[in-house]
């Protein structure tokens, strides 16, 4: 069998060496977003800031949510 320059092991190495590296850069996305999650959920953090803004006034936020996703909608 005639080769046209294209070794089907090469191409395989080198999709498995990009699914890998999608994989480690997914992974690593992942934590980030999980420690910055973590940070704003303490005390002072801006989620928990939400969380008891949204008990407080549960209908002044989804007036706000309402609002902010029709500045959204209409970037579209």
Avoid: W, Y
């Avoid at 999709?15 to 973590?38: F, K, M, P, R, Y």
């Avoid at 002072?44 to 309402?66: D, V, Y």
Wanted: aromatic letters at 2%; glycine letters at 6%; a positive charge.
């Amino acid at each position: 069998m005639a080769t046209d320059g294209n070794d089907p092991r090469s191409s395989l190495d080198k999709a498995t060496d990009a699914v890998l590296n999608v994989t480690e850069a997914v992974q690593t996305t992942t934590h980030s977003i999980a420690g910055a999650i973590e940070d704003s959920r303490r005390p002072s953090g801006t989620l928990n800031q939400i969380a008891r803004l949204t008990r407080e006034a549960p209908l002044g936020a989804l007036a706000i949510a309402f609002l902010i996703g029709i500045m959204f909608a209409r970037r579209r």
